[in-house]
């Protein structure tokens, strides 16, 4: 009634070879994406887990949540650090963030 009917007209022709030419365009799209995202973030998640695995006694490190202190105990999954005199607080191993060089503690004055 209110609308007219729409007859579809013959459209034009791609070019020849324009398939190719977007699969060549996701290909590289994608290639993009992993050197950019992915494999930065794999890399960093590796390190962490060296850095995870190569905790020791008395390495000075800092957590996820910016606490400073001394490792003095280990386990398979939780780590003590003492954070100041008498005061030790116990993490899972994974929100140790960074291992501080030696005598870092001194230098900030947390000990």
């Given at each position: 009634?209110?609308?007219?009917?729409?007859?579809?007209?013959?459209?034009?022709?791609?070019?020849?070879?324009?398939?190719?030419?977007?699969?060549?365009?996701?290909?590289?799209?994608?290639?993009?994406?992993?050197?950019?995202?992915?494999?930065?973030?794999?890399?960093?998640?590796?390190?962490?887990?060296?850095?995870?695995?190569?905790?020791?006694?008395?390495?000075?490190?800092?957590?996820?949540?910016?606490?400073?202190?001394?490792?003095?105990?280990?386990?398979?999954n939780y780590v003590t650090v003492?954070?100041?005199?008498?005061?030790?607080?116990?993490?899972?191993?994974?929100?140790?963030?960074?291992?501080?060089?030696?005598?870092?503690?001194?230098?900030?004055?947390?000990?």
């Amino acid at each position: 009634m209110l609308i007219a009917k729409a007859y579809a007209q013959g459209g034009a022709q791609a070019a020849p070879g324009a398939d190719l030419i977007q699969l060549g365009f996701i290909v590289v799209l994608c290639a993009v994406f992993w050197f950019m995202i992915i494999r930065p973030q794999q890399k960093r998640q590796k390190e962490h887990r060296d850095l995870i695995a190569n905790l020791g006694k008395g390495d000075e490190v800092v957590t996820s949540s910016g606490i400073l202190g001394k490792i003095t105990g280990l386990d398979d999954n939780y780590v003590t650090v003492r954070v100041a005199n008498n005061v030790e607080l116990k993490f899972q191993r994974v929100h140790v963030s960074a291992v501080l060089p030696k005598g870092t503690l001194k230098s900030v004055g947390s000990e």
